[in-house]
């Protein structure tokens, strides 16, 4: 994607969100903030039985950096298996957002994968493998 076709795809995640809203009885609800601004994101997750992100959303206010990116998160994480989010990095955020965006706004465009990571951490602890 050049510069501009990338800002455009940011913008259209960041005015017509994804998966913005709280799903119904989610199995994870994490909430975490960026310290440096105070924003905060909400992730919601339903996981099934084969371990798949059966859905997931989220809710929060902040910049266009931080909410573009957990939309485009919550639309690459439906369906996929949990192993493949916990192997998720700011490399494959990267390659979402840009290099300019990433090199400018880390903290930003990396608040929706931090959540996630949390999220995860906390489900593995509660839900630990057989
Ligand atoms: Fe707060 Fe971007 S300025 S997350």
Redesign the pocket.
Known sequence: MDRQAQIEFLLDHYENPRNRGKIEDPDITMSWG?P????VLTLYLKIDEAERIAEISFEGE??T??QASASILTEKLKGQPLAYAEALSPDDVTSWVGREVMFT?P??AL?ALDTLKIALREYRRSHPHP
Do not use: E
Request: aromatic share 0%.
């Open positions: 960026n440096g601004c105070g924003d902040g910049c950096v931080s706004r903290r930003c608040l």
